[in-house]
């Protein structure tokens, strides 16, 4: 096992994964932009190391600065969390080329795996099904024109190295098929630096059902059963859950076995994600791998019992998968939400200021991930996701009211979140009822409007009592300076539970 980890992330996922290490008995590295200067897993980590700047290129994004600084300390490992360079191939072979070994699949596959049209092509030769579509190579107009008509419409425009719905357009009709390829192109130009795309049938409200991988350096592919994602807002997902009120056991073991397959034809390692895409006929189909640890794998640990973390740490490190595919089961049901500082009822556009006040739930199997806490400024500069907040019960219903209850009772104070509008998307009768597509949003709460109202009780008991405490530290803190003899200045960074 590796004696030294840097974390190449911020947030709630370098929290995360800087806790399973010292679990483990790992030292941490942590690495934080200016913006992020009191940042929780700061503080968290064994050491931390400031990469200046907080704009993203020259901080989390800079690979030079990651390795020249994991190398000063002398990290026999990288963990890139999720987002930022968690899936670039050039960051993966930096740390390889370093003799630091990066806690992720090889930077060939991740290649593979990002080209959305080649992945395609590889993962066909393992019998799983994709969508039928143009996929080639030919990028002119002409070309795409040509084939975008063999398909029929809807369908559906997409980048070939995009993501989160950028270069991602639908076409109902041919007259606005040459219109929408340009424009794809031209914004997957911007955001990716690669104009490529490539054509697919559109499938209409379908589900969107992932499933998790685990496979070590000898070939040993498991799957850790699937995470529904259905619930999103401009294609990045807010609510997910496990398992799937749409999966049958037959449904679920043939797409268990079509992600075991597909992970084993690109001689996939460690921690990844086949997603595909389901549509009302239970026909599914891939639609691409996410080589990396995903946001939503706690409701996966909570059903299975297996901390994913720390099995990418002992894959990394040379260890084999002990793990059996007989002897993996889904125990319960798990639901995660995520907390996100932004306005619902304005498109959903980031709330950027100062946390004055965070008070989380608790109570049995509520689990909290977060990054933020009091006094925490939200920037512009990342994204603005707050928290994770994660449930399990025996069953679906109980987990829905268990979330209901958990988010009526997570207070943050000072920006505007997306709580209010998660409750109203648990207390739908169609999302109880587990009749969800990705289309849920729009068709459901397009118009959403938070009502106004004043802030609860405990909200404002909360902040009361944080005022309250908040003035005796600072009392506690005058006295500390006024006398150097104080046994106050002998205590370190101290915290009051409330």
């Known amino acids: 096992m590796f004696k030294k980890v840097l974390i190449a992330n911020r947030g709630e996922i370098a929290v995360r994964i800087i806790k399973a290490c010292q679990e483990m008995g790992v030292k941490t590295v942590a690495v934080f932009s200016e913006a992020d200067l009191n940042s929780p897993h700061v503080e968290l980590a064994d050491e931390s190391i400031n990469l200046g700047d907080p704009t993203p290129s020259e901080s989390y994004l800079n690979i030079a600065k990651i390795i020249k600084n994991a190398t000063s300390v002398k990290a026999e490992a990288i963990h890139p969390g999720y987002g930022f360079l968690a899936e670039n191939p050039d960051f993966a072979k930096a740390c390889n080329d370093s003799g630091i070994t990066f806690i992720g699949p090889a930077p060939e596959v991740i290649r593979l795996m990002g080209d959305k049209i080649e992945a395609k092509k590889t993962i066909e030769q393992a019998n799983v099904p994709v969508i039928p579509g143009y996929h080639g190579v030919e990028q002119d107009l002409s070309t795409l024109l040509k084939e975008g008509k063999k398909i029929g419409f809807p369908l559906l425009?997409?980048?070939?190295?995009?993501?989160?719905?950028?270069?991602?357009?639908?076409?109902?009709?041919?007259?606005?098929?040459?219109?929408s390829i340009e424009s794809a192109k031209r914004e997957a130009k911007s955001a990716f630096g690669n104009d490529s795309i490539f054509l697919e049938q559109y499938i209409d409200k379908p589900r969107h059902i992932e499933f998790q991988i685990l496979a070590d350096k000898k070939g040993h592919v498991i799957h850790l059963f699937e995470r529904e994602c259905s619930i999103q807002r401009r294609h990045q997902k807010i609510i997910e859950e496990t398992p799937s009120p749409a999966l049958t056991p037959a449904l679920r073991e043939a797409m268990g076995k079509a992600a075991v397959a597909a992970a084993t034809t690109v001689e996939y390692t460690n921690a990844g994600t086949i997603e595909f895409m389901v549509d009302a006929k239970h026909n599914f189909y891939f639609m691409e791998m996410n080589t990396r640890l995903q946001v939503e794998h706690p409701i996966t640990e909570a059903t299975t019992g297996i901390d994913l973390v720390k099995w990418q740490l002992r894959i990394a490190s040379g260890m084999d998968l002990t793990l059996k595919q007989a002897d993996i089961a889904q125990r319960g049901h798990a639901l995660e939400c995520r907390i996100y500082a932004e306005d619902p009822s304005n498109g959903f556009l980031p709330s950027i200021g100062t946390i004055e006040k965070v008070e989380i739930p608790i109570g049995p199997n509520i689990r909290n991930d977060t990054g933020v806490e009091t006094r925490f400024v939200v920037s512009p500069y990342y994204d603005p996701m707050l928290a994770k907040l994660t449930v399990s019960s025996e069953n679906r219903e109980e987990s829905i009211n268990k979330m209901i209850w958990a988010l009526s009772h997570y207070v943050v104070l000072?920006?505007?979140?997306?709580?209010?509008?998660?409750?109203?998307?648990?207390?739908?009768?169609?999302?109880?009822?587990?009749?969800?597509?990705?289309?849920?949003?729009?068709?459901?709460?397009?118009?959403?409007?938070?009502?106004?109202?004043?802030?609860?009780?405990?909200?404002?008991?909360?902040?009361?009592?944080?005022?309250?405490?908040?003035?005796?530290?600072?009392?506690v803190v005058r006295y500390k300076e006024a006398d150097p003899h104080s046994p106050w200045q002998h205590v370190g960074r101290w915290r009051i539970g409330v």
């Open 414 to 475: 000072g920006v505007t979140t997306n709580i209010p509008f998660l409750k109203k998307v648990l207390e739908h009768p169609e999302f109880k009822a587990g009749n969800i597509t990705t289309h849920f949003i729009n068709d459901y709460f397009k118009d959403w409007l938070v009502t106004k109202q004043g802030l609860p009780l405990d909200a404002i008991i909360a902040l009361a009592v944080y005022d309250s405490l908040h003035t005796q530290r600072h009392e």
């Open 157 to 179: 425009v997409k980048a070939t190295a995009g993501g989160g719905g950028k270069g991602m357009r639908i076409v109902h009709e041919e007259s606005k098929l040459e219109q």
